[in-house]
């Protein structure tokens, strides 16, 4: 028992250890909390979680997500910035180098529909509490007759 508690106290000094040593390291490079944290479903834009679902949808299906993820790979993949091009290629290159996703408008514009219809809900809560309300105003008018 006395060797389970003693590794315990290991671990634990370990990953103190750790986030100490997290904590310099961010200090150092001037990384905030805020810059860290992951991305909330507020924090992106309506279109663009639209898109992401969509796209997780289709990546469901393992031969689908096989087929996105080699559609990935190609020659502009890398973006090498250290090569010294005229600045009107690299405007050039961010115009006309786009990603094309493998979505239709109908299938974004289908879970943007399925999105509006869960945002546009009141919360189970709010439901509740008007229908305890109601209740309670119809119990006192059946007591008042």
Do not use: C
Not at 49 to 59: D, I, R, S, T
Not at 109 to 136: F, G
């Amino acid at each position: 028992m006395e060797s389970d508690s003693s590794d315990d106290r290991k671990v634990s000094r370990k990953s103190k250890k750790i986030k100490k040593q997290l904590g310099k390291a961010s200090e150092m490079h001037g990384l905030e909390e805020e810059e860290n944290r992951a991305k909330r479903p507020e924090d992106y834009d309506f279109d663009d979680l639209a898109e992401n679902l969509a796209l997780a949808k289709k990546m469901m299906r393992k031969k689908q997500r096989e087929a996105i993820i080699d559609s990935t790979y190609n020659r502009f993949s890398f973006n090498d910035e250290d090569t010294k091009l005229p600045s009107w290629f690299i405007d050039e290159e961010k115009k006309h180098n786009v990603i094309n996703l493998p979505i239709t408008k109908e299938e974004v514009q289908v879970v943007k529909e399925r999105m509006m219809a869960i945002n546009s809900r009141q919360p189970k809560k709010v439901l509740e509490a008007k229908w305890r309300k109601k209740m309670k105003l119809t119990r006192k008018l059946q007591k008042a007759k």
